[in-house]
């Protein structure tokens, strides 16, 4: 049995004042018992979002980790430097890393191995284009990313797979229930092969447009075992509320 898991990616949105806010809003909130919560500020809320959920059972992560472990890399932080400051979790290979920053499942593997050495819980994103979609190469392309980050990996345990259809994030646009629980199956074939993956205890997330509206009928598939949320977990209320929809 996997424990499902809701974690907010809140990309390059916030302020002091804001995050105040919004950490009021999910304090306050119901806490969602029989799912796992996390939220991945910016790295400079890292802090005060750590700060403030502690003790409140939702855990914290970074939205990227470099490959190396020190040294000379301007602007990067390294995973046990996230470590240090409490951090669980760290999202990796998010589709707007490989858009805007160039990074290859080469660079994305390396970073999974400097997290998991830090002792980190590494979120690995992988999806699709629009175009690879209707060029019947979804499942290739998936595949290799997979493939391309988890080579050569000494230990796997606790690896978590997010699905995100690049065509689905931030558009409104959501893959129906079928089409995700397919990809799922699918990624969940894949990892069956891969050295050092336990595929049946392994979660995979659905992200892309996920909103109070649609979580439900997306947590219902066999293979879902959450979501990893944008927008959505910008809006304290929405954002429990996905994450009530996963109880169970
Ligand atoms: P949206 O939920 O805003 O579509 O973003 C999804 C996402 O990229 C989460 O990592």
């Known amino acids: ?30 806490p969602a018992s029989g799912v796992e919560v996390a939220v991945c500020p910016t790295y400079l ?28 890399y301007t602007g990067e932080v390294a995973a046990e430097m996230l470590a240090d400051i409490g951090c669980t979790w760290v999202i990796l290979g ?17 970073k999974l191995s400097a997290a998991i050495e830090a002792g980190l819980k590494p979120v690995l994103c992988v999806g699709e284009t629009r175009q690879q979609r209707e060029g019947g190469e979804a499942n290739a392309v998936v595949a290799a990313q997979l493939a391309g980050a988890l080579a050569d990996q000494a230990q796997l345990d606790g690896l978590v797979i997010a ?19 397919e990809m799922h199956a699918f990624i ?15 979660r995979i997330l659905y992200g892309g447009s996920v909103k109070p ?6 947590f219902d598939c066999a293979d879902i075992d959450g979501a990893l949320v944008g927008g959505a977990a910008l809006v304290a209320e929405d954002f429990m ?3 009530g929809a996963a109880i169970g």
């Open 213 to 218: 509206g649609n979580a439900a009928e997306l």
């Open 241 to 243: 509320s996905i994450a």
């Open 45 to 72: 809320h890292l802090d005060q979002v750590l700060q403030g959920c502690a003790g409140s059972g939702i855990s914290v992560g970074a939205q990227d980790c470099s490959h190396a472990q020190s040294g000379a």
């Open 1 to 30: 049995m996997r424990q499902s898991l809701v974690i907010g990616n809140w990309k390059m949105h916030g302020s002091r004042a804001s995050v105040a806010s919004l950490l009021e809003g999910l304090l306050g909130a119901e």
């Open 188 to 202: 969940r074939g894949e990892l069956a092969q891969a050295a050092g993956v336990d595929a049946q205890k392994t």
């Open 94 to 110: 998010h589709s707007e890393r490989r858009q805007y920053h160039a990074e290859t499942d080469a660079l994305v593997g390396a």
């Open 163 to 181: 699905y995100e259809p690049v065509w689905a994030i931030g558009t409104g646009l959501t893959a129906t229930p079928e089409q995700a629980q």
